[in-house]
Nanobody, 116 residues
Protein backbone atom coordinates (compact mmCIF):
# COMPACT_ATOMS: atom_id res chain seq x y z
CA UNK A 1 0.00 0.00 0.00
CA UNK A 2 1.02 3.64 -0.33
CA UNK A 3 3.31 4.85 2.43
CA UNK A 4 4.76 8.32 2.91
CA UNK A 5 7.22 8.86 5.75
CA UNK A 6 8.42 12.38 6.55
CA UNK A 7 11.55 13.26 8.48
CA UNK A 8 13.80 16.23 9.16
CA UNK A 9 11.59 18.46 11.27
CA UNK A 10 12.72 20.11 14.47
CA UNK A 11 13.32 23.34 16.33
CA UNK A 12 15.22 26.08 14.51
CA UNK A 13 15.89 29.74 15.16
CA UNK A 14 14.45 32.44 12.90
CA UNK A 15 16.60 32.80 9.81
CA UNK A 16 17.74 29.20 10.01
CA UNK A 17 17.26 26.31 7.61
CA UNK A 18 15.83 22.80 7.64
CA UNK A 19 15.56 20.09 5.02
CA UNK A 20 12.55 17.82 5.10
CA UNK A 21 12.48 14.43 3.41
CA UNK A 22 9.60 12.18 2.43
CA UNK A 23 10.31 8.55 1.62
CA UNK A 24 7.61 7.05 -0.59
CA UNK A 25 6.65 3.45 -1.35
CA UNK A 26 3.76 1.42 -2.71
CA UNK A 27 3.33 3.27 -6.00
CA UNK A 28 5.30 4.32 -9.07
CA UNK A 29 6.98 7.34 -7.56
CA UNK A 30 8.73 8.40 -10.76
CA UNK A 31 5.34 9.04 -12.39
CA UNK A 32 3.77 10.87 -9.46
CA UNK A 33 3.17 14.53 -8.87
CA UNK A 34 4.13 15.21 -5.24
CA UNK A 35 3.30 17.98 -2.80
CA UNK A 36 4.16 19.38 0.59
CA UNK A 37 1.44 20.85 2.79
CA UNK A 38 1.53 22.39 6.24
CA UNK A 39 -0.92 23.01 9.03
CA UNK A 40 -0.36 25.52 11.80
CA UNK A 41 -2.30 25.37 15.07
CA UNK A 42 -5.83 26.66 14.60
CA UNK A 43 -5.42 27.02 10.85
CA UNK A 44 -6.42 25.02 7.81
CA UNK A 45 -3.95 22.81 6.01
CA UNK A 46 -2.34 24.73 3.15
CA UNK A 47 -0.38 23.77 0.06
CA UNK A 48 3.26 24.78 0.33
CA UNK A 49 4.84 23.39 -2.84
CA UNK A 50 4.37 20.88 -5.65
CA UNK A 51 6.67 19.17 -8.12
CA UNK A 52 6.04 17.28 -11.34
CA UNK A 53 7.11 13.67 -11.80
CA UNK A 54 10.31 14.62 -13.62
CA UNK A 55 11.08 17.57 -11.39
CA UNK A 56 11.00 19.92 -14.37
CA UNK A 57 8.25 22.10 -12.97
CA UNK A 58 7.55 23.32 -9.46
CA UNK A 59 5.08 25.67 -7.82
CA UNK A 60 5.03 27.40 -4.46
CA UNK A 61 2.71 29.26 -2.15
CA UNK A 62 3.37 32.98 -2.24
CA UNK A 63 4.34 32.88 1.43
CA UNK A 64 7.35 30.64 0.76
CA UNK A 65 8.49 31.70 -2.71
CA UNK A 66 12.17 32.50 -2.80
CA UNK A 67 12.79 30.73 0.54
CA UNK A 68 11.71 27.12 0.04
CA UNK A 69 12.81 24.67 -2.65
CA UNK A 70 11.05 21.43 -3.48
CA UNK A 71 13.05 18.70 -5.21
CA UNK A 72 13.03 14.96 -5.72
CA UNK A 73 15.25 11.95 -6.26
CA UNK A 74 13.33 9.38 -8.29
CA UNK A 75 16.11 6.81 -7.84
CA UNK A 76 15.50 6.95 -4.08
CA UNK A 77 11.73 7.51 -4.16
CA UNK A 78 12.17 10.61 -2.06
CA UNK A 79 10.89 14.17 -2.22
CA UNK A 80 12.56 17.01 -0.32
CA UNK A 81 11.67 20.44 0.96
CA UNK A 82 14.61 22.73 1.60
CA UNK A 83 13.45 25.55 3.87
CA UNK A 84 15.65 28.63 4.21
CA UNK A 85 15.25 31.97 5.97
CA UNK A 86 12.67 30.40 8.26
CA UNK A 87 10.22 32.64 10.07
CA UNK A 88 8.11 32.03 13.18
CA UNK A 89 5.04 31.93 10.94
CA UNK A 90 6.49 28.85 9.21
CA UNK A 91 5.86 26.90 12.41
CA UNK A 92 3.53 24.02 11.52
CA UNK A 93 3.25 20.31 10.97
CA UNK A 94 4.50 19.60 7.47
CA UNK A 95 2.91 16.80 5.46
CA UNK A 96 3.99 14.96 2.34
CA UNK A 97 1.14 14.39 -0.10
CA UNK A 98 0.53 12.17 -3.12
CA UNK A 99 -2.57 13.33 -4.96
CA UNK A 100 -4.14 10.59 -7.03
CA UNK A 101 -7.37 10.84 -8.98
CA UNK A 102 -10.23 10.09 -6.60
CA UNK A 103 -8.11 10.03 -3.46
CA UNK A 104 -5.14 11.57 -1.72
CA UNK A 105 -2.41 10.03 0.41
CA UNK A 106 -0.70 11.67 3.38
CA UNK A 107 2.27 11.03 5.58
CA UNK A 108 2.10 11.29 9.36
CA UNK A 109 3.64 14.75 9.36
CA UNK A 110 6.76 16.26 10.86
CA UNK A 111 6.78 19.20 13.26
CA UNK A 112 8.72 22.33 12.36
CA UNK A 113 9.06 24.97 15.06
CA UNK A 114 10.74 28.29 14.36
CA UNK A 115 11.50 30.11 17.58
CA UNK A 116 14.31 31.89 19.37
Amino acid sequence: QVQLVESGGGLVQPGGSLRLSCAASGFTFSRAYMCWYRQAPGKERELVAGITSTGDDTNYADSVKGRFIISRDNAKNTVFLQMNSLKPEDTAVYYCNFPRSGTSYWGQGTQVTVSS
